[in-house]
């Protein structure tokens, strides 16, 4: 005996239907993620130069000898700044602050290092070189940020 055999004809296209629903929502899912995908990644710029890797996004390039879709590894979150003052020892600088980044990618860090660029308009040092560790019990002092517990705050190391 088939099970097929008990099922009416009005109730093998409701399944059919649902499964054609659910198959168009992954679709369009998959075209969102897609499209999202194609504006971030068309402000990246890779080219090779005499056997080198120049990565740019928009303002900054890239110098950080990581694998540009790798993960920054830490298991907290965190949150990325860049402080900036005309001049050394001005306390009237501007400070760029990210929101709190879970389990980012180097490629995650380039993009907000570009928007500290354009936030704090220091266009002269656009070349990320790394990042430096900023321990939250020197936090307040270095930078003004009060700090949240479970979360690690990175510094740019930007470069001219």
């Not at 088939?2 to 998959?30: A, E």
């Not at 500290?116 to 266009?123: F, H, K, L, Q, R």
């Not at 019990?137 to 949240?148: H, Q, R």
């Amino acid at each position: 005996m088939n099970y097929f055999d008990l099922l009416t004809d009005d109730l093998i296209d409701k399944i059919l239907d649902n499964v054609v629903d659910d198959i168009d929502k992954q679709i369009s899912l998959l075209n969102k993620k897609i499209n999202k995908l194609k504006k971030h990644l068309k402000y990246l710029i890779i080219e090779t130069f005499e056997g080198s890797i120049s990565i740019n996004y928009l303002n900054v390039s890239y110098c950080i000898e990581e694998y540009l879709f790798s993960n920054f590894e830490i298991n907290k979150d965190i949150i990325l700044i860049n402080v900036y003052s005309e001049f050394f020892g001005e306390e009237n600088g501007v400070t760029f602050m990210s929101d709190r980044i879970k389990n980012p990618t180097y490629y995650d860090i380039l993009v907000e290092a570009n928007k500290s660029v354009i936030v704090t308009g220091d266009y002269h040092h656009t070349f990320l070189e790394g990042l430096n560790h900023i321990p939250n019990n020197k936090l307040l002092e270095y930078s003004g940020i009060t700090p949240n517990r479970n979360v690690e705050y990175y510094e740019f190391i930007l470069g001219s």
